[in-house]
């Protein structure tokens, strides 16, 4: 049997999702794979609980959900640094904190940090891969360790590493999918007669596909953010997110919801990532799409993506949950495959 320690960063409501989804899976995970996940720290705040003997994860959670933070949990200490971690036995460090758009801190900071030391690197976290992946790559693969992005690129799709893997020498051209669940269970709501925006947006609220400030969702953000993941590290590594060009449903003529409502057409919010010259660009805008499209049959808060290679044709891949557990089971994946690639 291996053990393999990991870290959390940040336990709102993915640290804590993924926290609960752990418990429920890491006896699976033993019995499968002979590896021992052990959750021994979390930070939150600025302080940090550590028991190398494993945390009581769902008290941890209830406590957080009750009073908003874990700095009077009884034991609590400053948080540490990725290099203290790595000295208490820690492997793995996963980061849970909110997107920074603008540069990706402080998590990239952190990401750059826990690499250094030779700790593993899990994000949910996108900043650090909208920013910097090549460079964390990089970074890992000069000290042995991983990097994992599945929960930043839509968690149900198969990662980088795999994709790259799939493609092998193959060029890929571009790169078109539905990536944000929010925004595509609104779409598929709008079409229901008496339906209002407001009405699909606060469904997705409830079923807790979109956070209370649903604006990086609605907006186009997310996807974008998503897309310029998957293209730096498919298609342009020099890609940025300035060069986006975005819009989203939050103001969508009438027209053409009536002609979603009406037709056999559907209304999606779909990226698409492509070749132009030596360099790729990047487009998110909602579009209608006919029933040929293999994005016309997705449901609820389904996901596509199709990638078209020269070489091998078009490749879609769609379905995969929308949700909080679905970001969980995405980075525990992360979690047991560097723990595998370790032993």
Request: glycine share 10%; proline share 6%.
């Amino acid at each position: 049997m291996r053990r393999y320690d990991f870290a959390l960063v940040g336990f709102g409501n993915v640290g804590r999702a993924l926290a609960r989804h752990f418990v429920e899976r890491r006896a699976s995970v033993l019995e499968r794979f002979g590896i021992e996940l052990a959750l021994t720290a979390i930070v939150d705040r600025d302080a940090m609980v550590f028991d190398p003997a494993g945390l009581p994860l769902a008290d941890l959670a209830r406590w957080k959900e009750s009073y908003g933070a874990l700095v009077a949990w009884p034991g609590m200490q400053p948080a540490a640094r990725p290099d203290e971690l790595r000295s208490r036995g820690i492997e793995g460090l996963v980061l849970a904190l909110p997107t920074n758009l603008i540069d990706g801190q402080p998590g990239l900071g952190l990401a750059r940090a826990a690499l250094d030391c030779g700790l593993d690197l899990v994000l949910a976290d996108k900043g650090p891969a909208l920013h910097a992946l090549p460079e964390l790559e990089e970074a890992a693969a000069r000290v042995g360790a991983s990097v994992g992005t599945s929960a930043t690129t839509g968690s149900a799709l198969p990662t980088l590493t795999v994709l790259r893997t799939w493609f092998g020498a193959a060029r890929i051209d571009s790169i078109r999918a539905v990536l944000n669940g929010t925004s595509n269970l609104i779409l598929n709501r709008l079409r229901q007669p008496g339906v209002s925006y407001a009405d699909a947006l606060a469904e997705a609220q409830r079923e807790g596909i979109a956070e209370p400030d649903p604006r990086q969702d609605v907006e186009g953000f997310d996807t974008a953010i998503k897309l310029v993941i998957l293209a730096r590290g498919l298609l342009d590594p020099a890609l940025t997110f300035a060069s986006v060009e975005r819009r989203g449903i939050t103001d969508l003529p009438e027209l053409l919801l009536e002609s979603a409502r009406r037709g056999p057409e559907r209304l999606r919010l779909i990226g698409r990532a492509f070749r132009d010259g030596d360099r790729a660009r990047v487009v998110v805008a909602p579009e209608l799409v006919s029933p040929d499209d293999p994005f016309h049959p997705l449901e609820g808060a389904e996901k596509a993506v199709t990638f078209r290679s020269a070489d091998l044709g078009d490749l879609t891949l769609s379905g995969g949950a929308s949700s909080r557990t679905g970001t969980a089971s995405a980075l525990l994946r992360d979690l047991l495959a560097a723990a595998r690639a370790r032993r």
